[in-house]
């Protein structure tokens, strides 16, 4: 197995909401397409309160990592490279 790629797409929403992330697309090495999701988080979903840009990015590191533990079991972090990108 061979390196996976995780694009995580942040969004700044302003002062009055916050952090979120909008995309993400992971690249799970394996010779297919990147896999590409839209999602709409506005605040973080245990606190219902609006989250900073290292919020967001932790908690969308936290959601992909459990779609790359299901699809490439036990990859050490190492092998998993991630970029953060700012949303249009």
Do not use: H
Not at 59 to 87: F, G, M, T
């Amino acid at each position: 197995m061979g390196e996976v790629n995780a694009t995580i797409f942040v969004e700044n929403r302003g002062p009055e909401k916050g952090y979120g992330y909008s995309q993400w697309t992971i690249d799970f090495g394996k010779g297919k397409e990147p896999v590409v999701e839209n999602v709409t988080i506005l605040c973080a979903e245990s606190s219902q309160r609006y989250m900073s840009e290292e919020e967001a990015v932790n908690e969308a590191k936290n959601r992909i990592k459990v779609k790359i533990e299901k699809e490439c079991l036990n990859i050490p972090d190492d092998k998993i490279k991630w970029r953060v990108e700012q949303s249009d």
